[in-house]
């Protein structure tokens, strides 16, 4: 067997400018990762090289410019089925993020498959973007949306899972990786629960996939969804991978140019995928960016991401553990190195501030989860959510922060 | 550190683990109910007005310290003001949050409030310490009658 060798983290840091920046006049300690992610140099290069020296827009121009243009996106919507495990680029529709995706396959598909009576079926650890979307859908419809339980842990009520999703179920939409907690669910298990019954499963993979490789053909989804500002890359610009014969039967999302094949005022017919779901000029620098964000990511080696993100989620858990008063909002098995904790008597957004001032950067909220954060009885806590570029003095510069705070305030 | 000693001075943190007027008065004219749905930090203020004048000004809620200190030294500034003198204070009280941290702190009537200067340099805390101050002012606006009779 292969070793793979360990993450050179020195020299990985040195291809992300941002790091060359202080804060506060302190070093940058970047722990919200799970909210976004700092961009490698080769992402902004992409970007400026186009602008600077390739602009044009797409699949309009006879000239030479546009045919390149046309040719590299097109290159970059291949990269991302690649990446995806997906047989036909022609499945990867490029939207503006996962927020996006998910409304377009809750309005579209839902239009098409949703009526009174039927069930949607998402968890209580969704992010906003994986209910509100369900919930215009069902309203529209007259569907109706049941949600599978978390335990304490953090983790899916698996026999609750079992007894909801049920013959009235028409698709069943979950988070991956909970952007809250961390915890990768058991979406095999789900997805064998759902295909007992014939039923799609769309899959929210805003946070999965930059900590693991991700194949939606083995997977066995219907649908997977994420953004490119969470993988490394530019904003603005996200995947909806979809099986071709759903996308195919469902209607646009929105209508304008690229997305049809003739238009007239009687009756208009429209292009192909992808191009359907595509109306309007799109985010074509972002597209580039984020096949320069993968093939970056991809030139790491995932073993080696994986085994230093463990580690450091391990050092983080036991140093943290070792504070008095902290407390972890959830403990599941299977954990992104992602982190909700509060410390007693301090608000989280104090504690925030105090690791501001460190330069230390977490977030403090509520995380776009408010029925999680009620489940869990705390309107907000502190999340701490590391990448591969966090080093151990990261982690320690957290901890120590926290120690801060709390002298600040019990002081 | 400087910038953390400046927000969290020792009576912001003295309010937020003791606030006062931290009840809800036996006499409410007006009250309203006031919410920062990025934090969840959420608080009710009531208060008693008499021919114009802020007889008794209470509060109830949870929030961060300085939302809370906020709040606790809103209420002790403002019992026994007038009405006029209240607005005034709240001008003020945003003056001193929203002037570029460069500029010294604007003084005026604001006595102990003026330890919110250090707020300046977290601007995402802004919201914190005005919470108490709109949500008293909704509940000014709601109950316009104690107003305009005077």
Redesign the interface.
């Known amino acids: 067997m292969k070793t793979v060798a360990p993450l050179d983290v020195v020299r990985v840091r040195r291809d992300f400018p941002i790091f060359e920046r202080a804060v ?1 006049g302190k070093r940058l300690v970047y722990l919200d990762n799970a909210n976004s992610t700092q961009k490698p140099r080769v992402v902004l290069d992409a970007e400026r090289t186009f602008y600077e020296r390739g602009y044009a827009n797409i699949h309009r121009g006879v000239y030479l410019l546009s045919q390149e243009a046309t040719e590299a996106y097109d290159r970059a919507r291949a990269r991302v089925a690649g990446f995806l495990g997906a047989r036909n680029p022609a499945e990867v529709v490029f939207v503006r993020g996962t927020t996006e995706a998910i409304n377009l396959v809750a309005s579209s598909w839902g239009r098409a498959n949703l009526s009174a009576g039927d069930e949607v079926v998402v968890s209580e650890m969704e992010h906003h973007s994986g209910i509100v979307p369900w919930q215009l859908a069902c309203a529209a419809s007259g569907a109706r949306l049941r949600v599978i339980p978390v335990t304490d842990a953090g983790e899916l009520d698996l026999e609750a899972a079992a007894a909801i999703i049920g013959p009235k179920t028409k698709i069943v939409s979950l988070i991956h990786v909970s952007n809250a907690l961390g915890t990768i669910n058991p979406v095999d298990e789900i997805i064998a629960l759902a295909k007992r019954r014939g039923i799609p499963v769309l899959l929210d993979g805003a946070q999965a996939i930059s900590h693991g490789p991700i194949d939606v053909t083995a997977l066995g989804c219907d649908f997977y969804v994420f953004s490119g500002h969470k993988l490394f890359g530019p904003t603005g610009i996200g995947v909806l991978w979809g099986r071709a014969e759903l996308l195919d039967a469902m209607p646009p999302y929105q209508g304008g140019g690229n997305m049809i094949h003739t238009v007239t005022f009687e009756k208009t017919t429209y292009a192909p995928l992808p191009f359907k779901f595509e109306a309007g000029t799109v985010n074509i620098a972002g597209a580039l960016g984020l096949h320069a964000a993968i093939d970056y990511v991809d030139g790491l080696s995932w073993e080696a991401i994986r085994a230093h993100e463990g580690a450091l989620l391990a050092r983080a858990l036991d140093r943290l553990a070792a504070i008095p008063g902290l407390r972890f909002q959830g403990s599941p098995k299977h954990r992104a190195p992602v982190m909700s904790l509060t410390v007693d008597g ?5 504690v925030g ?2 690791l ?2 460190e330069g230390v950067a977490v977030r ?3 995380h776009c989860v408010q029925p999680l ?1 009620a489940r869990f009885g705390v ?2 806590t502190v999340r701490a959510s590391l990448s591969f570029y966090n080093t151990a003095d990261d982690v320690e510069a957290l901890a120590a922060g926290i120690e801060k705070a709390i002298e ?2 019990r002081g | ?1 400087n ?2 000693r400046d ?2 001075q020792e009576v912001i ?1 003295d309010h937020s683990k003791r606030p006062r007027n931290f009840r809800k008065p036996e006499t409410v004219t007006a009250e309203a109910h006031g919410r920062n749905p ?5 608080l009710t203020v009531f208060v008693d007005i008499e021919n114009g004048t802020i007889k008794d000004i209470a509060w109830e809620g ?5 939302s809370t200190a906020s709040a606790s030294m809103m209420t002790e500034s403002l019992k026994g003001k007038t009405l006029a003198e209240g607005n005034n204070l709240f001008e003020w009280f945003h003056r001193l949050l929203t002037a570029p941290p460069d500029l010294g702190a604007p003084a005026g009537p604001l006595g102990k409030l003026a330890v919110f200067s250090g707020v300046r340099e ?1 601007p995402v ?1 802004v919201k ?1 310490a005005t919470l108490a101050w709109h949500t008293l002012k909704a509940a000014l606006d709601r109950d316009a009658r104690p107003v305009s009779t005077e």
Not at chain 1, 346 to 350: G, L, M, R, V
């Open positions: 506060r301090i608000h989280p957004h104090d501030t105090v501001d001032a403090a909220g509520h954060m309107p907000a600040v305030f | 550190m910038e953390l927000l969290y943190l990025l934090c969840g930090d959420t949870h929030g961060c310290a300085i977290f805390r914190c």
